[in-house]
């Protein structure tokens, strides 16, 4: 018979035990262009010596498996570990089906050219290049160094059915799924559903083009995603794939490509990526940690007992993210789909609505508030607490402040005017990705506002953070300001504003009065006495730095 005869009965067998392979497949592809042609006419690099038939290293029409369809291979008798995560759904069982008899091959633990029922050691069909088993470090291998680590790849072997779809709430329903993904018997979801082992017209024996991650989405329903920045860009081709690994994933838990997170969105957000570069701010001396820690964060965790930690995904939702402006203090499209903690303490595991939220997710009553290098009279780390619209005074980032009359307010704002916490921290560079990923300035600031140290000089660069808000000409103008003797301490005897002033405010559940906290003012009292006072109503201060107290303004 001629090799050509041969080669085409070949092609026939195999139809007949694999659903939806014909001799010629979509794109004029067939096995025989494929790397899974391991004969010597194979087009990869691993193939036979000799060996001029194709479908031996899969099927055989006699003495074989007793595994359908055919199977001339032993199987893995592997323990695998499977995939999970706080966020699986499903039940994924020990590989079964079509999963386990394409493990025979692609967990790395039985000779290539092994048929049923010989050492599966050796090579009986002899292959070139020296290969035995499915090398470890190729992407092909699924089972790592031992054979079995599935942990790290999409879970299969679990029935999709109807009542899981509505369980997990993401998934859309098996009905909706196109013909070319199959599911097997019992609506077992296999390497079959995504893979097609005799065809490769899309790459990977993909069942279907998966640009704009379309295969993906026939099963995958994420709420917010098809509207979101991550899915619309014309740069997100590639879309699921570009953050998600379905195999030999770096980061286990949903199946990051890298194991480090923030790896993932620098794929894209550097300067090498193409998108906003936030690899570079990050960097800077003060920022967010990203870097930190590996696998502490989990979407399902409690912010209020988690560990410290923190990485993109606690401001941002990647799958929601969409490039729409907001005001204060209303979260900007860029942290729509994050949950964060309420002014009052509630947790709000869905959509925080504001972007304070977000920030109380890590800056409120979590176990790892910081301490503060400014030491004050009335010392509090929970920021919440700084904020509550119950304080005498503070920063009207949840509720508008309690100051009616601030003539150095730009004129941009007034004292209806609500700001953001990123209006005060961020990047100092604005040619750079905005928001509090890095700083030059301590504190992760957007601008200089020096605190430590007194007596101090004055610049107005020394407290550029404030002018952004406050115009100097009128808050040091006695006539103009609403405290005449601003210019007298801050420029004559050179005192910075952090020394009587707290930004955030001043929580009353410390012990703050109106009369003695209002304005903000709370003594930082490295320079201050910690028996120093304030009397908003007498306007009158009993401070260390005074030669007479009280002094009467």
């Given at each position: 018979?001629?090799?050509?005869?041969?080669?085409?009965?070949?092609?026939?067998?195999?139809?007949?035990?694999?659903?939806?392979?014909?001799?010629?497949?979509?794109?004029?592809?067939?096995?025989?262009?494929?790397?899974?042609?391991?004969?010597?006419?194979?087009?990869?690099?691993?193939?036979?010596?000799?060996?001029?038939?194709?479908?031996?290293?899969?099927?055989?029409?006699?003495?074989?498996?007793?595994?359908?369809?055919?199977?001339?291979?032993?199987?893995?008798?592997?323990?695998?570990?499977?995939?999970?995560?706080?966020?699986?759904?499903?039940?994924?069982?020990?590989?079964?089906?079509?999963?386990?008899?394409?493990?025979?091959?692609?967990?790395?633990?039985?000779?290539?050219?092994?048929?049923?029922?010989?050492?599966?050691?050796?090579?009986?069909?002899?292959?070139?290049?020296?290969?035995?088993?499915?090398?470890?470090?190729?992407?092909?291998?699924?089972?790592?160094?031992?054979?079995?680590?599935?942990?790290?790849?999409?879970?299969?072997?679990?029935?999709?059915?109807?009542?899981?779809?509505?369980?997990?709430?993401?998934?859309?329903?098996?009905?909706?799924?196109?013909?070319?993904?199959?599911?097997?018997?019992?609506?077992?979801?296999?390497?079959?559903?995504?893979?097609?082992?005799?065809?490769?017209?899309?790459?990977?024996?993909?069942?279907?083009?998966?640009?704009?991650?379309?295969?993906?989405?026939?099963?995958?329903?994420?709420?917010?995603?098809?509207?979101?920045?991550?899915?619309?860009?014309?740069?997100?081709?590639?879309?699921?794939?570009?953050?998600?690994?379905?195999?030999?994933?770096?980061?286990?838990?949903?199946?990051?490509?890298?194991?480090?997170?923030?790896?993932?969105?620098?794929?894209?957000?550097?300067?090498?990526?193409?998108?906003?570069?936030?690899?570079?701010?990050?960097?800077?001396?003060?920022?967010?940690?990203?870097?930190?820690?590996?696998?502490?964060?989990?979407?399902?965790?409690?912010?209020?007992?988690?560990?410290?930690?923190?990485?993109?995904?606690?401001?941002?939702?990647?799958?929601?993210?969409?490039?729409?402006?907001?005001?204060?203090?209303?979260?900007?499209?860029?942290?729509?789909?994050?949950?964060?903690?309420?002014?009052?303490?509630?947790?709000?595991?869905?959509?925080?609505?504001?972007?304070?939220?977000?920030?109380?997710?890590?800056?409120?009553?979590?176990?790892?508030?910081?301490?503060?290098?400014?030491?004050?009279?009335?010392?509090?780390?929970?920021?919440?607490?700084?904020?509550?619209?119950?304080?005498?005074?503070?920063?009207?980032?949840?509720?508008?402040?309690?100051?009616?009359?601030?003539?150095?307010?730009?004129?941009?704002?007034s004292t209806a005017s609500m700001i953001y916490c990123t209006d005060c921290h961020g990047n100092d560079d604005p040619t750079q990705a905005r928001g509090p990923h890095g700083s030059n300035f301590k504190y992760l600031l957007a601008a200089r506002y020096e605190t430590d140290s007194y007596p101090l000089s004055y610049s107005e660069d020394n407290y550029a953070l404030c002018y952004r808000c406050h115009d100097?000409?009128?808050?040091?103008?006695?006539?103009?300001?609403?405290?005449?003797?601003?210019?007298?301490?801050?420029?004559?005897?050179?005192?910075?504003?952090?020394?009587?002033?707290?930004?955030?405010?001043?929580?009353?559940?410390?012990?703050?009065?109106?009369?003695?906290?209002?304005?903000?003012?709370?003594?930082?009292i490295r320079f201050v006495a910690a028996g120093g006072s304030y009397n908003s109503a007498g306007r009158s201060c009993s401070v260390s730095c005074h030669a007479s107290n009280p002094h009467l303004y």
């Amino acid at each position: 018979m001629s090799k050509l005869k041969k080669g085409a009965l070949l092609l026939v067998f195999g139809a007949l035990f694999w659903p939806g392979s014909g001799g010629d497949a979509e794109g004029g592809n067939s096995v025989l262009t494929t790397k899974h042609n391991l004969s010597v006419s194979g087009p990869g690099e691993i193939k036979a010596v000799s060996e001029e038939r194709v479908c031996i290293f899969c099927h055989t029409p006699h003495h074989a498996n007793p595994s359908t369809p055919l199977w001339s291979r032993d199987t893995s008798s592997s323990e695998y570990d499977l995939y999970d995560s706080t966020t699986l759904v499903a039940k994924p069982g020990q590989p079964s089906g079509s999963a386990r008899l394409c493990l025979s091959c692609h967990d790395g633990t039985i000779a290539l050219g092994a048929l049923y029922g010989s050492d599966r050691n050796v090579n009986v069909i002899s292959m070139a290049g020296g290969f035995v088993k499915l090398p470890a470090a190729r992407s092909s291998n699924l089972g790592g160094p031992l054979g079995r680590d599935l942990a790290n790849d999409h879970p299969i072997s679990f029935p999709y059915t109807s009542e899981l779809a509505q369980l997990n709430g993401q998934l859309n329903l098996p009905v909706s799924l196109p013909s070319g993904i199959r599911l097997e018997q019992g609506n077992m979801l296999q390497c079959t559903a995504c893979h097609n082992p005799h065809k490769n017209p899309y790459g990977k024996f993909l069942v279907t083009d998966n640009s704009r991650s379309q295969l993906c989405v026939y099963c995958h329903n994420i709420a917010g995603f098809q509207a979101s920045r991550h899915a619309t860009a014309p740069s997100m081709a590639a879309g699921c794939t570009l953050c998600h690994a379905t195999h030999n994933a770096g980061g286990k838990k949903r199946l990051l490509a890298y194991a480090a997170e923030e790896e993932n969105c620098y794929r894209c957000h550097s300067d090498p990526g193409g998108a906003k570069d936030v690899r570079t701010p990050a960097a800077k001396f003060y920022s967010h940690p990203m870097g930190a820690t590996i696998g502490v964060h989990d979407p399902k965790e409690d912010p209020l007992t988690a560990e410290k930690h923190v990485e993109c995904s606690d401001c941002h939702n990647p799958h929601k993210v969409v490039a729409s402006a907001a005001s204060a203090p209303l979260a900007p499209g860029v942290h729509l789909g994050v949950g964060g903690v309420s002014s009052s303490g509630e947790v709000l595991p869905g959509d925080a609505v504001n972007q304070y939220q977000i920030c109380f997710r890590c800056h409120a009553d979590n176990n790892f508030s910081g301490n503060q290098t400014m030491v004050r009279q009335i010392q509090e780390v929970n920021t919440r607490l700084d904020f509550d619209s119950a304080n005498p005074s503070y920063h009207p980032v949840v509720a508008i402040g309690k100051g009616t009359s601030v003539p150095s307010l730009r004129t941009s704002l007034s004292t209806a005017s609500m700001i953001y916490c990123t209006d005060c921290h961020g990047n100092d560079d604005p040619t750079q990705a905005r928001g509090p990923h890095g700083s030059n300035f301590k504190y992760l600031l957007a601008a200089r506002y020096e605190t430590d140290s007194y007596p101090l000089s004055y610049s107005e660069d020394n407290y550029a953070l404030c002018y952004r808000c406050h115009d100097q000409l009128v808050l040091l103008d006695p006539l103009k300001s609403s405290f005449a003797p601003h210019a007298r301490h801050v420029v004559d005897h050179k005192v910075p504003c952090s020394v009587c002033h707290d930004p955030h405010g001043v929580a009353a559940t410390r012990g703050a009065s109106t009369n003695a906290n209002a304005h903000l003012i709370n003594f930082d009292i490295r320079f201050v006495a910690a028996g120093g006072s304030y009397n908003s109503a007498g306007r009158s201060c009993s401070v260390s730095c005074h030669a007479s107290n009280p002094h009467l303004y």
